[in-house]
């Protein structure tokens, strides 16, 4: 048997469920500019039915909770392509600084001035006695030197700005990894009560992100928090603790990252902290090292060539450059012009001051199979390439990974972003239930007076 | 709800078109700029490494020029003076001959013998020709190659080597550049400088003037004989230049292909860019203007 004060009372429960559901739209509303907020949606259930005799009742609605809408396997997906992308960009960035010391329309570059020293010594051949001449060919064998000593010393600070960059993403890291283990005590506090934490998981996977886009992350999850590791399984939050990393300068002077006293520089791939280890510990020192083979290599065949002959004072030839150092380390820095005077040029073949014949030993190091059987053209050719493969295919990687990060987010935004149309049509949604259940409470009560005032002649 | 929800924020994919295009747009300008495809070496890692090789091959190609227009000065110094030598000999040819004959007073053919001596000046001189500051007779040696010495029975004597000079002018092509003056004036036998000494003695003399005579002449065709060495050298270097001129546009031909800017496709590029950038800023401008709240009736 059905009752007005049933009526009323099931009324009563829709109006308190669509205010709780126009607070779901309210929230949305608000955060509808926020980074990583999943919106909200009500969860309204129907109550218990009430039995009585052969007649089952409605009792109304509930709001069951506020739910996020999220998918926390894209945004694991998401969290993947950060690193990624993490990695790429701080390659790129580094490499791009790096190649402009090779660029060739600059002029200043160590091609450029080879080719000019090795014409200089052409213009010797036909006047192998002019003071002049002999004068030019010193001064192109200083700007060779120049060339090399800029492109190596700007590759070694670029190399330190790097190692500074390192340090500032690992105290980053910690920033993060301290923030997220206080989310995660945040969440547990109120999932052991059983209240919803949505807001906070929120919060969470954006410094999860942010995270990622610096080192690689894996996420173990479970029931109530998350635990952090690196790739290769060095602990960065675990529950609701920490783990920060440290920093130390090695012998050579870069950072070294340690966790819980570990040295984990090498096992970092991705992330921003990837890519610059990338930049600082492989490919800088490569092509320092390719560019120190070079200028040993000149420098040697040059010093021997000009030892092969005689002077403009009849005395033989002794080094052209400062010889490099004998493991070749530092070669690039360090390559100087030897001699200041012009005349000990060795030009002469014979003793006799007008002999060109030891030009053409000299100008023969231009073809001279000098370093794995490539002529310093060659060798300097490919290592130039090296440098623009690195940029160019990274670059192509970046913009993919660009693309891809795009679509992810876009897939995360249509599924957890806030719509304005679909709030405003929740609004008027919920208004017209709530209005509706209003006007059951009014038609309920009217009813209640027909009912008090029966009987009770006026 | 069955429909599939879209993306309700469009902006930041917007924006990173916009970036794109904007990126693009910087990398046309440039092209423009420069004129060249190539900026960087990322630009074209394959193609920057083609264009090292090229660049160094059109410095050499220039040094080649260089160099050969600095040797052929010196051929063409060394043979004018060798043309004013065969001159300078014809002439005590003919004036040997004029004091062979037998009419001649003895203070005339003296004053023939005085004018044969200038002539050995002259010839002194010649031998001592010099370019840009070195001697061009002397082999390789820097001292002045002739000096008169009259201990010398030539009254001359060589103080140069006979030491040449080679100049690259060519990958693997070398040319010869000099000759020795001994070989020039002083060979033993027939010698310039003896011929002429033999002369201005058989003059003072009177004796065996024609048999002087005969050797200035042989001399004479010595040194026109030696002539070709310097005529060869001047043309194998006008073959080698016209040779290394087109050698010279087919480098900066390639150069170009590899390097330069297709500049009708990057202004087209450009246009393009420019298009889709305001069309992207249009639409930033006009996205999120209207939803459904502009719709709610007001309260």
Same mark, same amino acid.
């Given at each position: 048997?059905?009752?007005?004060?049933?009526?009323?009372?099931?009324?009563?429960?829709?109006?308190?469920?669509?205010?709780?559901?126009?607070?779901?739209?309210?929230?949305?509303?608000?955060?509808?500019?926020?980074?990583?907020?999943?919106?909200?949606?009500?969860?309204?259930?129907?109550?218990?039915?009430?039995?009585?005799?052969?007649?089952?009742?409605?009792?109304?609605?509930?709001?069951?909770?506020?739910?996020?809408?999220?998918?926390?396997?894209?945004?694991?997906?998401?969290?993947?392509?950060?690193q990624q992308q993490g990695q790429l960009n701080a390659f790129v960035t580094g490499m791009q600084q790096a190649q402009v010391m090779f660029n060739s329309s600059s002029?200043?570059d160590i091609g450029?001035?080879?080719?000019?020293?090795?014409?200089?010594?052409?213009?010797?051949?036909?006047?192998?006695?002019?003071?002049?001449?002999?004068?030019?060919?010193?001064?192109?064998?200083?700007?060779?030197?120049?060339?090399?000593?800029n492109t190596a010393n700007t590759l070694t600070t670029q190399r330190a700005n790097v190692d500074l960059e390192v340090?500032?993403a690992?105290?980053?890291?910690?920033?993060?990894?301290?923030?997220?283990?206080?989310?995660?005590?945040?969440?547990?506090?109120?999932?052991?009560?059983?209240?919803?934490?949505?807001?906070?998981?929120?919060?969470?996977?954006?410094?999860?992100?942010?995270?990622?886009s610096?080192?690689?992350?894996?996420?173990?999850?479970?029931?109530?928090?998350?635990?952090?590791?690196?790739?290769?399984?060095?602990?960065?939050?675990?529950?609701?603790?920490?783990?920060?990393?440290?920093?130390?300068?090695?012998?050579?002077?870069v950072?070294?990252?340690?966790?819980?006293?570990?040295?984990?520089?090498?096992?970092l791939s991705s992330g921003q902290l990837g890519g610059l280890i990338q930049v600082r510990d492989q490919k800088i020192p490569a092509l320092l090292t390719s560019l120190?083979?070079?200028?040993?290599?000149?420098?040697?065949?040059?010093?021997?060539?000009?030892?092969?002959?005689?002077?403009?004072?009849?005395?033989?030839?002794?080094?052209?450059?400062?010889?490099?150092?004998?493991?070749?380390?530092?070669?690039a820095?360090?390559?100087?012009?030897?001699?200041?005077?012009?005349?000990?040029?060795?030009?002469?073949?014979?003793?006799?001051?007008?002999?060109?014949?030891?030009?053409?030993?000299?100008?023969?190091?231009?073809?001279?199979?000098?370093?794995?059987?490539?002529?310093?053209?060659?060798?300097y050719a490919n290592l130039v390439f090296g440098v623009g493969s690195d940029v160019s295919n990274g670059s192509a990687e970046l913009s993919a990974s660009q693309?891809?990060?795009?679509?992810?987010?876009?897939?995360?935004?249509?599924?957890?972003?806030?719509?304005?149309?679909?709030?405003?049509?929740?609004?008027?949604?919920?208004?017209?239930?709530?209005?509706?259940?209003?006007?059951?409470?009014?038609?309920?009560?009217?009813?209640?007076?027909?009912?008090?005032?029966?009987?009770?002649?006026? | 709800?069955?429909?599939?929800?879209?993306?309700?924020?469009?902006?930041?994919?917007?924006?990173?078109?916009?970036?794109?295009?904007?990126q693009?747009?910087q990398t046309?300008?440039l092209?423009?700029?420069?004129?060249?495809?190539i900026n960087q070496p990322s630009d074209d890692p394959a193609g920057t490494a083609?264009l090292i090789?090229?660049?160094?091959?059109?410095?050499?190609?220039?040094?080649?020029?260089?160099?050969?227009?600095?040797?052929?000065?010196?051929?063409?110094?060394?043979?004018?003076?060798?043309?004013?030598?065969?001159?300078?000999?014809?002439? @005590?040819?003919?004036?040997?001959?004029?004091?062979?004959?037998?009419?001649?007073?003895?203070?005339?053919?003296?004053?023939?013998?005085?004018?044969?001596?200038?002539?050995?000046?002259?010839?002194?001189?010649?031998?001592?020709?010099?370019?840009?500051?070195?001697?061009?007779?002397?082999?390789?040696?820097?001292?002045?190659?002739?000096?008169?010495?009259?201990?010398?029975?030539?009254?001359?004597?060589?103080?140069?080597?006979?030491?040449?000079?080679?100049?690259?002018?060519?990958?693997?092509?070398?040319?010869?550049?000099?000759?020795?003056?001994?070989?020039?004036?002083?060979?033993?036998?027939?010698?310039?400088?003896?011929?002429?000494?033999?002369?201005?003695? @058989?003059?003072?003399?009177?004796?065996?003037?024609?048999?002087?005579?005969?050797?200035?002449?042989?001399?004479?065709?010595?040194?026109?004989?030696?002539?070709?060495?310097?005529?060869?050298?001047?043309?194998?270097?006008?073959?080698?230049?016209?040779?290394?001129?087109?050698?010279?546009?087919?480098?900066?031909?390639?150069?170009?292909?590899?390097?330069? @800017?297709?500049?009708?496709?990057?202004?087209?590029?450009?246009?393009?860019?420019?298009?889709?950038?305001?069309?992207?800023?249009?639409?930033?401008?006009?996205?999120?203007?209207?939803?459904?709240?502009?719709?709610?009736?007001?309260?």
């Amino acid at each position: 048997m059905s009752s007005l004060i049933g009526t009323l009372s099931i009324s009563l429960t829709a109006l308190a469920a669509e205010q709780g559901a126009l607070e779901a739209t309210a929230n949305n509303v608000a955060n509808v500019n926020t980074p990583g907020y999943s919106r909200l949606v009500p969860v309204l259930v129907e109550t218990p039915p009430a039995v009585v005799n052969s007649l089952t009742l409605g009792t109304g609605v509930s709001l069951a909770r506020l739910q996020s809408v999220r998918d926390p396997i894209l945004q694991l997906r998401i969290q993947e392509e950060t690193q990624q992308q993490g990695q790429l960009n701080a390659f790129v960035t580094g490499m791009q600084q790096a190649q402009v010391m090779f660029n060739s329309s600059s002029g200043g570059d160590i091609g450029t001035q080879l080719s000019n020293f090795f014409s200089s010594l052409s213009q010797l051949s036909t006047n192998p006695t002019d003071l002049a001449t002999r004068q030019t060919v010193l001064t192109a064998a200083g700007n060779l030197a120049n060339s090399f000593n800029n492109t190596a010393n700007t590759l070694t600070t670029q190399r330190a700005n790097v190692d500074l960059e390192v340090v500032q993403a690992v105290q980053q890291i910690n920033t993060l990894t301290t923030q997220i283990a206080q989310v995660n005590t945040q969440i547990n506090a109120l999932q052991n009560v059983g209240r919803d934490a949505s807001a906070f998981i929120d919060q969470r996977d954006v410094l999860v992100g942010q995270l990622s886009s610096l080192i690689d992350v894996q996420q173990i999850k479970s029931d109530s928090s998350i635990s952090l590791t690196t790739s290769s399984g060095t602990a960065l939050v675990a529950d609701q603790q920490a783990f920060t990393l440290t920093t130390q300068q090695d012998a050579s002077g870069v950072q070294h990252i340690f966790a819980q006293g570990q040295d984990i520089t090498s096992q970092l791939s991705s992330g921003q902290l990837g890519g610059l280890i990338q930049v600082r510990d492989q490919k800088i020192p490569a092509l320092l090292t390719s560019l120190d083979t070079l200028a040993a290599g000149l420098a040697n065949a040059f010093n021997t060539a000009n030892q092969a002959g005689f002077d403009l004072n009849g005395n033989p030839g002794g080094n052209l450059f400062t010889p490099p150092p004998a493991s070749g380390q530092g070669a690039a820095s360090s390559m100087a012009v030897a001699i200041t005077d012009p005349s000990l040029i060795a030009a002469s073949s014979d003793g006799t001051p007008g002999s060109n014949g030891n030009v053409s030993a000299l100008l023969a190091v231009h073809d001279q199979p000098l370093i794995a059987g490539q002529t310093p053209t060659d060798y300097y050719a490919n290592l130039v390439f090296g440098v623009g493969s690195d940029v160019s295919n990274g670059s192509a990687e970046l913009s993919a990974s660009q693309l891809i990060l795009q679509q992810l987010q876009d897939q995360r935004a249509s599924i957890s972003g806030v719509s304005l149309d679909e709030e405003a049509a929740n609004l008027i949604q919920y208004q017209r239930a709530y209005e509706a259940a209003a006007r059951v409470v009014d038609t309920a009560s009217q009813m209640f007076a027909t009912l008090i005032n029966m009987g009770v002649t006026p | 709800m069955s429909a599939i929800r879209v993306n309700p924020y469009p902006t930041p994919d917007l924006l990173a078109a916009l970036a794109e295009s904007q990126q693009q747009q910087q990398t046309d300008l440039l092209q423009l700029a420069t004129g060249r495809k190539i900026n960087q070496p990322s630009d074209d890692p394959a193609g920057t490494a083609q264009l090292i090789q090229n660049l160094d091959q059109q410095s050499q190609a220039d040094s080649y020029q260089r160099s050969m227009s600095s040797v052929n000065g010196e051929l063409s110094t060394a043979d004018s003076t060798l043309n004013s030598v065969v001159t300078v000999l014809q002439r @005590a040819i003919s004036l040997g001959t004029e004091g062979a004959n037998g009419t001649l007073s003895d203070a005339d053919r003296l004053s023939v013998a005085s004018e044969v001596q200038g002539i050995q000046a002259q010839l002194l001189s010649l031998a001592n020709t010099s370019y840009q500051g070195h001697y061009i007779f002397s082999g390789t040696a820097q001292t002045q190659p002739f000096v008169a010495d009259s201990t010398q029975p030539s009254g001359v004597r060589y103080d140069g080597n006979t030491d040449v000079n080679s100049v690259s002018i060519g990958n693997g092509y070398s040319l010869q550049v000099n000759l020795p003056g001994s070989q020039i004036f002083s060979t033993p036998s027939p010698s310039v400088f003896q011929s002429i000494q033999d002369l201005i003695n @058989a003059l003072q003399s009177n004796t065996n003037i024609g048999t002087a005579v005969n050797e200035v002449s042989v001399a004479y065709s010595h040194v026109n004989a030696v002539r070709v060495f310097y005529g060869n050298g001047m043309n194998q270097i006008t073959d080698q230049q016209t040779n290394l001129n087109s050698v010279s546009v087919n480098l900066s031909s390639q150069e170009n292909t590899i390097a330069g @800017a297709d500049l009708a496709t990057v202004i087209s590029n450009l246009v393009n860019s420019q298009t889709s950038r305001q069309a992207t800023l249009q639409a930033i401008g006009q996205t999120s203007q209207l939803n459904l709240f502009n719709y709610l009736p007001p309260q």
